[in-house]
């Protein structure tokens, strides 16, 4: 028996597929589209064709009564097929709902669902009339309404920020002791929850949670889109993380998590689809209205490629921007995230020249916005495009990651000549890219290593990258990694290097709490995870890219949950002023020293003497500080690249001395008290506190 549906006209807002309780109303946008056709799926395969009834300006919609959640449906639209002219419509294609809240699973790979001809001689401008339906996830009809009793954001102030990069999958996959592993009720499960509660982290920042593609060529070589930085799309959950197929998972999550104090960020990715360039396949985007969503180049047949991955959406044009405001209020309203990462975020910044302008539309947008004034916006401050590369050029409210902290740590505890003013300028905030319209000095995202490179042990382990298992003759990721295998590369059994890897990881651990801005930290870096020299595991959804909980390093781990919350227990640390040895009001005493071994202030020259190779720091609270948020008079630091050495200390503004409380040379150390000199052990990190009156 075949089922009818009478379509009414319905509404042109929202947009996307809405139950109200009586039924659905259906709204999608084509600015070039002749005709839209809504698809349903009543029995999971035979295919009702209904064309939706109105158009309003460019949105398409419809309302069918008496449908319900759970329903599957896709869309076809008609127009004209002109690659020449930047038109790709083809109604052979079953299109994704951009607006799809879940998806029933991914498409399989299949000539199908390109709209040309594969093997036609003229290739993208031939036209393929096949159906690709059988190919094809459908999107389904949900009502995302969710329990959530007295949920309540964390709102940690991002001084007081600590966080922890993680893949859903990656994490819990291999962690002993959870159900559903490799699913975000695996993130949620209390073992997971105590664990890093325990460590200390306030915000787990998660790759790509939307639903992404597996790229055809990956497929051929039996791999699989591990990372997830190939969107499908921007409203609809990952379904290979979803354990029963409800988005109620997701937000079941991120309850969980507030509950524990810890923010749920998500890192996106709205500067390019996983539609590719123009061989590329027919999903959605491109069929609903190739010309409107892309960047087009003088030749409409050509995509505009400033992210390397084929395609680059057209963030000028106001329906595909609506798409991604949509988007996010919908992740911070709906399913209660605190916050973003914004992947090759330089894309969304350029213009309709194609130029990067800080005061796009896209910066506009989403400073204005009510709904996301309260959320934490991070930048990834670069694409490949040109004058891609913006690091420290985004408005506030925007921190962004910082590869120059990355670089500048790893050069110097690797012992680089002149890598000391380097690691001065990361320790204080990185003033020259930050300190500028208002913005504060938690700008910088500083971080030791990302999902894209070296796991921290494989920095002190590998000298060269080791990717060969991603098929690319060991030409893809970072060629310079700024890394040191400390005499074996890969794993070694000899106690000295052992030790001298140990030490390494936690002076530049060390050097990541102790320095002004927001830390991040890779998940795994804690218990020693390694890649096995891979530095670019975006292919590797198996062990070199799941976290190893199988030999833990207990020893470092606890480690790094003491240097959280010696981070956590001292405000100067922590501070959203720049310190720039200005005069205290307080005190009269400046907010930053640096110090010669001898005791003597750091000259000129000795900036630049080829022979330094340590670094000397006295940090205050900042000048214009207000006094109700002075704690403690001082914090010194020593970072050591060289010999064991005297060190003088400086004087403390009562006389008594300074408490030696982080040796990395010797963790364990008890506290010590000390006056005015320490003899320094070689290759550390040396913290003292004194606790005299402001």
């Known amino acids: ?80 097929y002109a690659p020449a ?75 007081q920020s600590v966080i922890y990069e993680a893949h859903v999958k990656g994490l819990t996959r291999s962690r002993p002791g959870i159900d559903d592993p490799g699913t975000f009720l695996a993130m949620a499960s209390d073992r997971m929850l105590d664990y890093l509660t325990d460590l200390g982290v306030t915000a787990v920042e998660l790759l790509p949670a939307q639903a992404f593609l597996t790229d055809q060529f990956l497929h051929r070589k039996g791999l699989t889109n591990y990372w997830g930085y190939q969107t499908l799309g921007f409203f609809a959950p990952e379904p290979r993380y979803l354990a029963r197929g409800r988005i109620a998972e997701f937000q079941q999550m991120v309850a969980r998590f507030h509950s524990a104090g810890i923010e749920v960020l998500m890192d996106v990715v709205y500067n390019h689809t996983c539609e590719g ?52 209020r919908y992740w911070v309203e709906v399913m209660h995230v605190d916050g973003f990462r914004f992947d090759l ?25 009510p709904v996301l004034s309260d959320a934490k916006l991070i930048a990834e401050p670069w694409d490949i495009g040109p004058g891609g590369y913006q690091l420290g050029a985004y408005p506030p409210p925007f ?24 690691l ?50 060991n030409r893809d990721g970072h060629g310079e990694n700024y890394s040191d295998n400390l005499g074996v590369e890969g794993p070694s059994s000899k106690p000295a290097i052992v030790a001298a890897r140990a030490r390494r990881r936690r002076n530049m651990m060390a050097t990541l709490m102790l320095s002004q801005g927001t830390p991040m930290i890779l998940a795994g870096d804690e218990i020693g995870n390694s890649q096995g020299g891979n530095n670019n595991a975006y292919a590797q959804d198996n062990e070199t890219g799941w976290v190893d909980w199988s030999e833990p390093d207990r020893e470092f781990h606890a480690f790094v949950r003491r240097m959280i919350r010696f981070r956590r227990d001292h405000p100067i640390l922590r501070q959203k002023l720049f310190l720039h040895a200005r005069e205290r009001a307080v005190d009269r005493k400046e907010d930053l020293f640096w110090w010669r071994r001898d005791g003597a202030p750091m000259r000129q020259a000795d900036w630049t003497a080829p022979d330094m190779d340590a670094l000397a720091m006295e940090l205050r609270m900042a000048s ?11 914090i010194f630091a020593i970072f050591n690249q060289g010999a064991r050495r005297p060190f003088v200390l400086p004087g403390t503004d009562d006389g008594s001395g300074w408490d030696w409380v982080v040796d990395t040379a010797d963790p ?10 320490a003899e320094i052990p070689a290759d550390s990190v040396s913290v003292f506190v004194s606790w005299g009156t402001s």
């Open 85 to 159: 002219e930047g038109h790709r419509f083809n109604p052979a294609k079953l299109l994704m709902d951009p607006y799809a809240k879940r998806l029933t699973g991914h498409p399989v790979w299949n000539d199908a669902l390109m709209g040309y001809r594969v093997g036609d001689p003229e290739a993208d401008l031939s036209r393929d009339i096949r159906d690709s339906a059988p190919h094809m996830p459908r999107s389904v009809v949900v009502d995302p309404a969710f329990s959530w009793g007295r949920d309540l954001p964390p709102m940690t102030p991002v001084e």
């Open 424 to 473: 001065a300028d990361r320790l204080t905030g990185s003033a020259l890219q930050f300190d500028h319209s208002g913005r504060p000095a938690t700008s910088s995202v500083n971080f030791l290593t990302a999902h894209d490179g070296f796991t921290l042990t494989d920095v002190v382990s590998f000298t060269d990258r080791h990717n060969e298992a991603n098929g690319e003759g």
């Open 345 to 369: 975020c330089s894309t969304l910044g350029r213009d309709g020249t194609g130029s990067f302008d800080r005061g796009a539309s896209f910066f506009d947008a989403i400073r204005q916005d």
């Open 624 to 634: 214009g500080t207000p006094a109700y948020a002075e704690t403690e008079s001082a």
């Open 399 to 422: 921190l962004e990651w910082n590869d120059k902290y990355r670089d500048r740590v790893r050069m110097f505890w690797r012992g680089d000549a002149g890598s000391v003013p380097g």
């Open 277 to 328: 360039g123009e061989l590329g396949p027919t999903l959605s985007f491109r069929g609903l209205d190739n010309a409107s969503y892309y960047r087009l180049e003088d030749n409409p047949r050509h995509y505009v490629d400033d992210t390397g991955c084929g395609n680059t959406l057209n963030v000028d044009h106001p329906m595909v921007l609506r798409m991604i405001m949509d988007s996010l």
């Open 668 to 677: 364990d150390r008890p506290t010590e008290h000390v006056r005015r000199r």
């Open 1 to 80: 028996m075949t089922t009818t549906y009478a379509i009414a006209a319905g509404r042109a807002a929202p947009l996307g597929a809405t139950f109200d309780g009586d039924g659905v109303n259906f709204a999608v946008f084509s600015q070039h589209a002749t005709r839209m056709e809504l698809c349903l799926y009543p029995d999971g395969g035979h295919e009702i064709r209904l064309p939706l009834p109105e158009r309003d300006g460019d949105v398409w919609h419809g309302y069918i009564s008496g449908l319900t959640p759970g329903t599957r449906y896709g869309y076809r639209a008609h127009g004209p």
